[in-house]
């Protein structure tokens, strides 16, 4: 076991509440990933959620936290300025409540999905930070005790190191992350606060960015936690192959580890080589958890092809979910549930 047997033990009896040991069924992720020590997750989205009652099953069944898809992005808690709609995203707080899940939070600060009413007025560098200041604290205030990570800032760096040109980034200089940290410790101290991005992985221009990034704002007492990789591969591109010395040397600084959107894409059709490759792709990221010291959970961006972003944004790639659009188990599935098996 990863962790000491005594350790889970004694956890086990503080923190799991009644009714926990049910929620996890053991032929499962979930039952897999509580005996190897971490989390287990997914993105969920809200309307297969309602509307799927076999997703819905699901999504309580084989998983220990979930992170909302789309609806705590800024365009969908407040789509018209001072309008909030909080009403998604809490059915998914309530949905984690009642199945003992933790929840992450998704996203405070991007470049995407904003709503029109920022992305297109005219606002001073002082407004736009006052701004941002706002629907963080009123984000994070909302959800204040409901919360284990934030995302608090997304995808701030380009795959060559340099800063993403962004409306934060533009307006406000690179100091908008410092404060986007700390007006987020503010309105809820308890939170664990991530940096979050994609090709992230392994070693690379970018996580050396991320690394001087986080050197700076621990020397500048910014409460910076976790460092959140997306790991969104492609069976085209391969693994990236130092990604465990990568999460330790963030660990080395202080911070927690998670992946947090893992899925692997294949181009189309998909022949059996791509879904052993695709396989490999999520077990390979998996032990690179496993074998860090501070890596706390890996969450899958959807788990059927039946709900999944891909074929919407990457022209004629998909199949990127451990489960059919049938909810029939690929190989990705078992090999995740294994790996976590012969770590527990
Ligand atoms: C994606 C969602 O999955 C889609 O439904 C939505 O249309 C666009 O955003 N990185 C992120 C996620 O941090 O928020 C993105 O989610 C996928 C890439």
């Known amino acids: 076991m990863r962790r000491s047997l005594i350790a889970a033990v004694a956890l086990t009896a503080l923190i799991v509440p009644a009714g926990a040991a049910q929620a996890a069924p053991p032929d499962t992720l979930r039952s897999a990933a509580n005996g190897a020590g971490i989390r287990i997750g997914t993105a969920v989205d809200m309307s297969a959620l309602a509307e799927d009652e076999q997703y819905r099953t699901l999504v309580g069944a084989e998983f220990s936290t979930v992170t909302a898809e789309n609806v705590m992005k800024w365009e969908a808690l407040e789509p018209t300025r001072g309008v909030h709609n909080y ?3 809490d059915r998914l707080v309530q949905y984690a409540r009642a199945h003992h899940q933790k929840l992450r939070g998704h996203v405070l600060v991007w470049h995407s999905q904003n709503p029109a009413w920022l992305t297109e007025g005219d606002f001073s560098p002082a407004e736009l930070r006052q701004i ?14 409901k919360v284990w990570h934030w995302d608090v800032v997304n995808e701030i760096f380009n795959d060559d190191g340099t800063w993403r040109d962004t409306i934060w980034y533009r307006t406000l200089g690179p100091g908008f992350v410092a404060d986007a940290f700390r007006w987020a410790h503010r309105a809820d101290p308890a939170a664990k606060l991530y940096l979050n991005d994609y090709n992230n992985e392994g070693l690379s221009p970018k996580s050396d960015a991320y690394y001087a990034l986080v050197q700076q704002l621990k020397a500048a007492g910014v409460p910076v936690q976790g460092y959140g990789v997306q790991g969104h591969l492609a069976t085209q591109y391969g693994v990236p192959q130092t990604t465990l010395e990568n999460l330790r040397r963030f660990e080395r600084l202080g911070l927690d580890t998670a992946f947090t959107e893992v899925d692997v894409r294949i181009p189309l059709p998909a022949d059996s080589a791509e879904v052993q490759a695709q396989a490999q792709g999520f077990t390979t990221l998996l032990q690179a958890c496993l074998l860090a010291q501070r890596c706390v959970s890996y969450t899958l961006w959807g788990f059927t092809d039946r709900y999944n972003w891909v074929p919407g944004v990457f022209e004629g790639e998909g199949e990127a979910t451990p489960l059919t659009e049938d909810y029939e188990r690929k190989p990705a599935y078992r090999s995740i549930r294994d790996t976590l098996r012969l770590a527990g």
Request: net charge negative; hydrophobic share 30%; aromatic share 6%.
């Open 87 to 89: 009403e998604p995203a």
């Open 132 to 145: 941002l200041r706002e629907h963080i604290t009123d984000t994070v205030t909302h959800f204040k005790g």
